[in-house]
């Protein structure tokens, strides 16, 4: 199991999703699934939870990414951003009606890409967190009690940060976090970053 940030990268043109998902390989995140086609991303995206999607606004004869983001808009709790070539007034205006938290022009700006994404984590955690989880109130509603480290990661998590980030201010060892993050993942029966915040909203109202 990844504890590490799973993104769904959704792109129709072979070689820009191989440097797409080359370029996440290297900053350390992991892909969860790279989709050419709608039917194939609506699949993937009906039996998994990415903590994040990278999303191509024209796949196929139209705008099908739209008609994908929309679906995450209205079914599931997961940040996107869109990837496109296409800049127009009529594009953007249907795009950002489904609250996409990043748009990137093409050709991709792999720096961007990077900041995008991590600003799109860091704000997205903030929307999900009305209130700071409190450890005993949380450990109410679990079978099995999280531990305070594995608290202070929870916190961390909430704050945007990926592995590096925790581990260099928990001053532990990227295995480290991923073994705690593995732990919350079983005590809280999520698979994903996106469904552990959402569970622990659930579990704080």
């Known amino acids: ?22 370029f996440l390989d290297d ?32 796949m196929g004869q139209g705008t099908e990414g739209i008609e994908i983001a ?15 070539s296409y800049t127009d007034k009529t594009t953007i205006d249907q795009a950002k009606l489904t609250h996409p938290m990043g748009y990137i022009s093409k050709p991709i700006d792999f720096k961007s890409l990077y900041s995008t994404i991590e600003i799109s ?15 005993d109130q949380l450990n109410r509603n679990l079978l099995s009690p999280i531990t305070r480290k594995e608290f202070d990661i929870l916190i961390a998590i909430y704050g945007g940060r990926n ?29 994903s970053r996106s469904e552990l915040l959402a569970k622990v909203r659930r579990a704080m109202s």
């Open 1 to 22: 199991m990844h504890s590490n940030i799973n993104i769904l990268v959704v792109e129709d043109e072979p070689i820009i999703a191989e440097d797409i998902i080359s």
């Open 121 to 135: 984590l860091y704000n997205f955690s903030k929307m999900l967190l009305r209130m700071q989880p409190e450890m």
């Open 27 to 58: 900053k350390g995140y992991s892909v969860a699934e790279n989709c050419y086609t709608k039917e194939n991303a609506l699949s993937f995206l009906k039996a998994n939870e990415p903590d994040i999607v990278l999303l191509d606004i024209n």
């Open 163 to 191: 592995n590096k980030q925790i581990a260099e201010e928990q001053f532990v060892s990227i295995n480290t976090v991923k073994t705690h993050i593995k732990n919350l993942y079983d005590k809280m029966n999520v698979h």
């Open 70 to 84: 929309r679906y995450l808009s209205n079914h599931k709790n997961i940040p996107f951003i869109f990837l496109t």
